[in-house]
């Protein structure tokens, strides 16, 4: 009996191993847990993760406890095309990137990327909220060959314009002229920077400090509130404020996590990426109004510019990419009121 019992329990363990296995729960007080892992590559001071927070909290309290988010911020898994792999892979569950480095897996995106497509803010979340932004979310999950892609597009995240930074003022293209500009791994960015007249230079953004520091690019171009959470400012004074795109954040998540939720656990999830994704918006304001202060005392330069030779510069662009399935959508992207 002893020996039975032995093995009864032998039994037990091995199930209850097996059990957290497949299942990724973890036991808190007698209750198994869901835990999910989320992966970002900003500092826990950036907007972006304050949205992810709320999601994490949001999930918590929809669930009673029952699913909980594990954040990794500061890239600490990766870079953001390293985590839309892991999320094909399986081996991590959401993760926040933008929607440049996206398009190297779903094409689509590369619209997002084109410099000058938006009239202002207003424009660009009307195409998001609406019928347009919606059916990008839906397409990320097939990839460009009609295949399933492995990602699942969650909500968008306000990722407000990108402008040039360096250090030097950059007021047209012509001071760009000779410049190594750093760009996401991004093949529309670096048409982009190209037809400025500058050498653009895809560097993963946690490697960017020191890019600019040791004289590996002479600038790049970002949104404030990632300028100064970086800190890029302690290299680059001058930040010009030609906004030559909005590219937006996408939360996306792995589909093999996804298929593998129960629906209520899936509609925990999906409302609680909504809620944040306002929380995230409303977080965003706050940010560009303290970068704004932080530039200041920090003793940056804001450049106002007239954009209107950056825009002519890179008509090319927009003509290149508004061809093939790309074209129907810039134009319901101009339409859009
Ligand atoms: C933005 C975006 C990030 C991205 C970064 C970059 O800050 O929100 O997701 O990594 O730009 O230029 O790499």
Redesign the pocket.
């Known amino acids: 009996t002893a020996n039975l019992a032995f093995g009864v329990l032998l039994g037990v363990v091995a199930a209850s191993l097996l059990f957290a296995f497949f299942d990724s729960s973890s036991d808190s007080g007698g209750a198994s847990v869901h835990v999910l892992k989320v992966a970002?590559?900003?500092p826990t001071t950036?907007p972006?993760h304050l949205g992810i927070q709320h999601m994490a909290e949001r999930v918590a309290a929809l669930s009673g406890g029952r699913m909980r988010l594990d954040v990794f911020p500061n890239g600490q898994l990766g870079?953001?095309t390293q985590t839309m792999e892991q999320l094909q892979a399986g081996t991590l569950d959401i993760a926040?990137?933008?929607s440049?480095?996206i398009s190297n897996f779903i094409s689509v995106c590369k619209v997002f990327s084109l410099p000058y497509l938006f009239r202002d803010e207003d424009h660009f979340w009307a195409v998001l909220n609406g019928e347009v932004g919606a059916g990008i979310l839906e397409s990320l999950a097939t990839n460009d060959a009609g295949r399933p892609s492995g990602l699942r597009g969650l909500t968008y995240?306000d990722?407000g314009s990108?402008s040039f930074y360096a250090k030097k003022a950059i007021h047209s293209p012509a001071d760009l002229a000779g410049m190594k500009i750093?760009?996401?791994?991004d093949p529309v960015a670096m048409d982009m920077v190209e037809a400025m007249g500058a050498a653009p230079t895809p560097v993963?953004?946690g490697e960017?400090y020191t890019a600019l520091q040791q004289g590996v690019v002479d600038g790049?171009?970002?949104?404030s509130?990632?300028f100064v959470s970086?800190r890029h400012f302690e290299v680059c004074k001058q930040f010009s404020l030609d906004h030559h795109a909005r590219?937006p954040?996408v939360l996306l998540m792995s589909s093999l996590t996804w298929n593998r939720l129960s629906e209520q656990e899936q509609a925990w999830l999906s409302q609680a990426a909504a809620e944040s994704s306002t929380f995230q918006r409303a977080a965003w304001a706050a940010g560009v109004a303290e970068a704004v202060g932080i530039m200041k005392e920090e003793g940056v330069q804001v450049v106002e510019v007239n954009a209107d030779s950056f825009i002519e510069a890179t008509q090319s662009v927009r003509d290149k990419y508004a061809t093939g399935p790309l074209r129907e959508l810039v134009v319901k992207i101009g339409e859009v009121e």
């Open positions: 970002h590559n900003q950036h972006v870079s953001e926040k990137g933008s440049a480095p995240y990722a990108r750093r760009v996401q791994n993963a953004w960017l790049a171009e970002n949104n509130p990632s970086s590219v954040d």
